[in-house]
């Protein structure tokens, strides 16, 4: 019935834990052969490559960073598009985190750079099974200054009462910017022309030749929504947020229930 299956990754395909069941690898395993697979996540390359490599399916391409950074596999990796942050943005929120409280990690293609080895960057590590270049934001920015490099996402973390302050402060300015904050505590910085569905309806176009009809896929956030709209078939899991549920083709069970993985049995198996 579909060509593709998309989906997200932490809340989503993996279990509380952050890992992928052995059911939802079994399942992938058994029909990667004859359906694309494709990850979609806010996340890094290097951090989604673990897990395709579980699945054996390093060949698929991947959506990352929320659609900012698309990567075919087939042939060596190839960059089919890249937005990212312009610089004198990511600049400013370099400098207006510098001397607060607040952690904030600047990420670009397939590097990550945290301002230090404090408990955000450690629980990053574990959550992603990635290790990041520790480098305060205003060296960095000086780094990026001359080739005006932009971040593909800046996470900025800590207190809510900062989190707040800076969502306010950008919304005050109308920066072009996608504010996502998947906690109190957690705010993802992304470009405003990106999406999760903008990437994949460009990646079946370049890369595929899929049309969004023949693509399930399945999500439990904000950012899951348009993606979920656009295809064949979205599904929700069970502790998605209620405004996903509310769009949803279907609603599976929880993403520690191997919700993704039950739907994949029903249609594939």
Not at 161 to 186: C, V, W
Not at 200 to 215: H, T, W
Request: hydrophobic share 40%.
């Amino acid at each position: 019935m579909f060509k593709a299956i998309c989906t997200d990754i932490d809340g989503t395909l993996l279990n509380p834990d952050r890992k992928l069941s052995q059911r939802t690898i079994d399942i992938i395993k058994s029909i990667k052969d004859d359906v694309h697979i494709i990850l979609a996540s806010s996340r890094m390359p290097a951090a989604m490559r673990h897990l395709q490599q579980t699945l054996e399916i390093m060949d698929q391409p991947l959506i990352c960073y929320n659609g900012g950074f698309i990567i075919s596999q087939k042939e060596g990796v190839k960059v089919l598009d890249s937005v990212s942050i312009p610089f004198d943005l990511t600049n400013y929120i370099a400098n207006w985190s510098h001397g607060k409280n607040l952690h904030a990690s600047f990420y670009v293609e397939d590097e990550w750079y945290a301002p230090t080895e404090d408990q955000w960057t450690k629980r990053e590590v574990n959550n992603t099974q990635v290790q990041a270049s520790i480098l305060p934001g205003l060296e960095l920015m000086k780094s990026w200054e001359a080739s005006q490099i932009g971040a593909h996402k800046i996470m900025c973390m800590g207190e809510p009462a900062l989190i707040d302050a800076l969502i306010e402060d950008l919304k005050s300015q109308k920066a072009p910017l996608h504010l996502y904050r998947s906690k109190d505590t957690y705010l993802e910085i992304a470009p405003l022309a990106i999406s999760k569905a903008s990437a994949l309806n460009q990646l079946l176009d370049k890369e595929l030749n899929i049309e969004m009809k023949d693509v399930i896929a399945f999500g439990d956030n904000y950012n899951d929504i348009e993606m979920l709209t656009a295809v064949g078939c979205g599904v929700a899991v069970g502790n998605a947020k209620e405004e996903v549920k509310s769009i949803a083709n279907e609603i599976t069970l929880p993403g520690k229930e191997d919700g993704v993985a039950v739907t994949l049995e029903k249609y594939f198996s």
